[in-house]
């Protein structure tokens, strides 16, 4: 460890009171064209700029750069357990396929500036559309693919692409789901006409093509295969993409993205947080419509000049031993999941978990979502490797909240994401005052205090006013940003997540954060995952009600077991967190309502509990979940 290294109070203070020292050094992680002339301007609060007058560019960094050396190494990893297929891409390899697609993206006329929407699902061809978008200055802006018609509709006519590009389908379970006609009906719907629609014909589905609009990416990449489309070199501050992302209105959100900072942050957060070596494999199971995905599937991997896996497919398919059957093939030395993901792992026989040779692996990484303790134990004992948790948002593209063990090795608390990481200086804030709270244990919203670090979002796409009255003005008294989250922080600096501030819910004038009560819960050794909501009580203002899903739900067919189970239940919260937490019911289910990517739809929940329209579901994973609850709450 170097004497940089020796100490991470010291890393994290200097990276804030010397803060310029200290990103001018990550600044060194990438290559410039043109070094910055200025680290950080916060002439214009809140508005950041980092690394201002430097060029570079995010596809050299990523791609290019690595030929000189690890030409002939692996660079992307594509495997799908939904079609069998499996095919490993070198940097060179990588290289060829990420030029045809830019130069097919710049015979449409997409050039530096312009935006390209990608609907696809986990092939290598979204990489290779992200990678040619920055190759040529151009902003992708990814739609998950699990995304229905009118909310791709939304992000079209808000990003207004001049390309689409996308798939005839994806594949879920074994099953296919075509994307082409929730893409048509897209179009048809939004005021925005994309010049073309790039479409991968996978052979899933028929997918028919618009004379004139829509292109086989088949038969353009035939054309442009010798292509050799430069670099451009941008500036720092030049947006590298967007991403939506939903707030508490129903319009998303554009976060909008740099190029240097970001760059600079990702290659920052290998070597201090993922410890991360050049030639080492990566697999982090996030879609590349999440920023999980865009960070640390694509670009972050790809700096360090890493291997990287892309996996289309389910972790219990074929069997729950998929995960780590690829771990010991491609001898993957980093993972980074989703505590939900291990939820789903830890109701299947653990047996698989020991079945593969994962001893290339060395830590595990798991965000997007609070893990709870007994989930971290589960797969901690399970995999005997360090398990480590970190809090992050998609405005921020990269963890706010961790260990950062490249700095200083430093033990995990499980129920807490970590220390606050370099460069964020992280605050509790009473949300009535806008006082900064300093004690210990005391609970308050998490928010940072300008400038964000490099790789934060710039700005909201086309609306500055909605960025700053969203992020930096929810606090009374102060200009500082809210990530809406409640947190506590103990005496070392351990902070722990307590849920949405838009989640909190009041019982009998006492704040509860359902969080707390869910953990509570969810240490019952016959509990496999639990969501705690706030339902009106014409009483106590509000109650909590718990949804658990069952270890063995055989066991509780009849009403005896399942009366015996949630008075229990009850006195465990009783017990733990006190009568005023207890919820007024457990109704015990098979599946929680969320989102393909693992977020609990609490509103949703919430609404049905309250037998009120649960609202938009687009994005919901199963309906039966909703369903099976409206069912039990007649
Ligand atoms: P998203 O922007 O969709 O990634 O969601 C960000 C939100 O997810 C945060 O504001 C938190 O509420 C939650 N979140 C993300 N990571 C964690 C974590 N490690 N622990 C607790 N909550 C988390």
Same mark, same amino acid.
């Given at each position: 460890?170097?004497?940089?290294?020796?100490?991470?109070?010291?890393?994290?203070?200097?990276?804030?009171?010397?803060?310029?020292?200290?990103?001018?050094?990550?600044?060194?992680?990438?290559?410039?064209?043109?070094?910055?002339?200025?680290?950080?301007?916060?002439?214009?609060?809140?508005?950041?700029?980092?690394?201002?007058?430097?060029?570079?560019?995010?596809?050299?960094?990523?791609?290019?750069?690595?030929?000189?050396?690890?030409?002939?190494?692996?660079?992307?990893?594509?495997?799908?357990?939904?079609?069998?297929?499996?095919?490993?891409?070198?940097?060179?390899?990588?290289?060829?396929?990420?030029?045809?697609?830019?130069?097919?993206?710049?015979?449409?006329?997409?050039?530096?500036?312009?935006?390209?929407?990608?609907?696809?699902?986990?092939?290598?061809?979204?990489?290779?559309?992200?990678?040619?978008?920055?190759?040529?200055?151009?902003?992708?802006?990814?739609?998950?693919?699990?995304?229905?018609?009118?909310?791709?509709?939304?992000?079209?006519?808000?990003?207004?692409?001049?390309?689409?590009?996308?798939?005839?389908?994806?594949?879920?379970?074994?099953?296919?789901?075509?994307?082409?006609?929730?893409?048509?009906?897209?179009?048809?719907?939004?005021?925005?006409?994309?010049?073309?629609?790039?479409?991968?014909?996978?052979?899933?589905?028929?997918?028919?093509?618009?004379?004139?609009?829509?292109?086989?990416?088949?038969?353009?990449?035939?054309?442009?295969?010798?292509?050799?489309?430069?670099?451009?070199?941008?500036?720092?501050?030049?947006?590298?993409?967007?991403?939506?992302?939903?707030?508490?209105?129903?319009?998303?959100?554009?976060?909008?993205?740099?190029?240097?900072?970001?760059?600079?942050?990702?290659?920052?957060?290998?070597?201090?947080?993922?410890?991360?070596?050049?030639?080492?494999?990566?697999?982090?199971?996030?879609?590349?419509?999440?920023?999980?995905?865009?960070?640390?599937?694509?670009?972050?991997?790809?700096?360090?000049?890493?291997?990287?896996?892309?996996?289309?497919?389910?972790?219990?398919?074929?069997?729950?031993?998929?995960?780590?059957?690829?771990?010991?093939?491609?001898?993957?030395?980093?993972?980074?999941?989703?505590?939900?993901?291990?939820?789903?792992?830890?109701?299947?026989?653990?047996?698989?978990?020991?079945?593969?040779?994962?001893?290339?692996?060395?830590?595990?990484?798991?965000?997007?979502?609070?893990?709870?303790?007994?989930?971290?134990?589960?797969?901690?004992?399970?995999?005997?490797?360090?398990?480590?948790?970190?809090?992050?948002?998609?405005?921020?593209?990269?963890?706010?909240?961790?260990?950062?063990?490249?700095?200083?090795?430093?033990?995990?608390?499980?129920?807490?994401?970590?220390?606050?990481?370099?460069?964020?200086?992280?605050? $509790?804030? =009473? *949300? &009535?005052?806008?006082?900064? %709270?300093?004690?210990?244990?005391? /609970?308050? @919203?998490? !928010?940072?205090? +300008?400038?964000?670090?490099?790789?934060?979002?710039?700005?909201?796409?086309?609306?500055?006013?909605?960025?700053?009255?969203?992020?930096?003005?929810?606090?009374?008294?102060?200009?500082?940003?809210?990530?809406?989250?409640?947190?506590?922080?103990?005496?070392?600096?351990?902070?722990?997540?307590?849920?949405?501030?838009?989640?909190?819910?009041?019982?009998?004038?006492?704040?509860?954060?359902?969080?707390?009560?869910?953990?509570?819960?969810?240490?019952?050794?016959?509990?496999?995952?639990?969501?705690?909501?706030?339902?009106?009580?014409?009483?106590?203002?509000?109650?909590?009600?718990?949804?658990?899903?069952?270890?063995?739900?055989?066991? $509780?067919? =009849? *009403? &005896?077991?399942?009366?015996? %189970?949630?008075?229990?239940?009850? /006195?465990? @919260?009783? !017990?733990?967190? +006190?009568?005023?937490?207890?919820?007024?019911?457990?109704?015990?289910?098979?599946?929680?309502?969320?989102?393909?990517?693992?977020?609990?739809?609490?509103?949703?929940?919430?609404?049905?509990?309250?037998?009120?329209?649960?609202?938009?579901?687009?994005?919901?994973?199963?309906?039966?979940?909703?369903?099976?609850?409206?069912?039990?709450?007649?």
């Amino acid at each position: 460890m170097s004497d940089e290294h020796a100490n991470f109070a010291e890393f994290h203070r200097r990276s804030i009171e010397d803060r310029d020292a200290f990103w001018a050094e990550q600044a060194r992680l990438i290559e410039w064209q043109t070094p910055p002339q200025q680290i950080c301007d916060w002439s214009n609060p809140p508005f950041a700029r980092w690394f201002v007058g430097g060029t570079t560019n995010l596809c050299h960094n990523a791609v290019d750069r690595h030929l000189a050396e690890r030409a002939q190494q692996p660079a992307l990893i594509a495997v799908s357990s939904e079609t069998g297929s499996e095919r490993v891409y070198t940097y060179a390899e990588l290289h060829q396929e990420v030029q045809r697609m830019a130069a097919v993206l710049q015979s449409f006329g997409v050039q530096k500036g312009d935006r390209v929407l990608i609907y696809m699902p986990m092939i290598a061809e979204a990489a290779f559309a992200m990678l040619a978008c920055v190759r040529i200055g151009a902003l992708h802006s990814v739609v998950f693919g699990g995304f229905a018609s009118s909310s791709l509709a939304t992000r079209i006519e808000d990003a207004e692409p001049r390309v689409i590009v996308s798939a005839d389908a994806g594949s879920r379970g074994g099953k296919v789901v075509p994307y082409k006609p929730l893409l048509d009906e897209a179009l048809a719907l939004s005021s925005h006409k994309p010049e073309a629609v790039v479409l991968v014909d996978r052979g899933l589905a028929p997918a028919a093509l618009q004379s004139g609009r829509d292109h086989d990416w088949a038969a353009l990449r035939e054309q442009h295969l010798d292509a050799q489309v430069p670099c451009v070199w941008v500036e720092a501050t030049h947006p590298s993409y967007t991403l939506y992302t939903s707030g508490t209105t129903g319009r998303p959100k554009g976060v909008q993205r740099d190029t240097g900072g970001y760059a600079v942050a990702l290659a920052a957060s290998m070597r201090h947080i993922f410890m991360a070596e050049p030639g080492q494999t990566y697999f982090c199971t996030s879609d590349i419509g999440w920023v999980v995905g865009h960070s640390y599937i694509i670009y972050a991997p790809l700096l360090a000049g890493m291997a990287t896996v892309m996996y289309e497919g389910l972790p219990i398919r074929p069997d729950a031993g998929i995960w780590w059957s690829l771990v010991e093939k491609y001898r993957v030395t980093h993972m980074f999941s989703a505590p939900t993901a291990v939820r789903v792992l830890k109701k299947q026989d653990p047996e698989y978990l020991r079945k593969h040779d994962i001893s290339s692996l060395k830590a595990l990484w798991l965000a997007g979502e609070p893990l709870d303790e007994p989930t971290a134990n589960w797969i901690s004992d399970a995999l005997r490797i360090p398990i480590i948790d970190n809090y992050w948002q998609t405005e921020t593209g990269w963890p706010i909240l961790t260990l950062c063990n490249g700095v200083q090795p430093q033990p995990s608390r499980f129920g807490s994401p970590g220390k606050a990481v370099y460069g964020y200086n992280v605050k $509790l804030i =009473d *949300e &009535a005052t806008g006082e900064e %709270l300093t004690e210990p244990n005391q /609970k308050g @919203v998490v !928010a940072i205090e +300008g400038p964000l670090p490099p790789g934060c979002l710039q700005t909201v796409w086309r609306d500055d006013a909605r960025f700053v009255e969203t992020y930096w003005k929810s606090i009374p008294n102060r200009l500082i940003y809210s990530t809406f989250d409640w947190g506590i922080r103990d005496a070392d600096g351990y902070y722990f997540i307590l849920g949405r501030t838009d989640d909190v819910i009041n019982v009998a004038g006492h704040r509860l954060g359902t969080r707390e009560i869910e953990e509570c819960i969810a240490g019952h050794p016959r509990i496999a995952e639990v969501a705690v909501v706030g339902v009106a009580d014409t009483l106590k203002g509000q109650s909590a009600m718990a949804f658990a899903v069952p270890r063995d739900a055989a066991g $509780l067919q =009849d *009403e &005896a077991a399942r009366q015996a %189970l949630e008075a229990e239940i009850m /006195k465990r @919260v009783d !017990a733990q967190l +006190g009568a005023v937490a207890r919820p007024s019911r457990v109704l015990f289910v098979n599946l929680l309502p969320k989102t393909r990517s693992g977020k609990l739809l609490r509103r949703a929940l919430q609404a049905v509990a309250e037998r009120r329209d649960p609202g938009d579901l687009t994005t919901m994973e199963d309906p039966a979940a909703l369903r099976e609850i409206q069912a039990q709450l007649g």
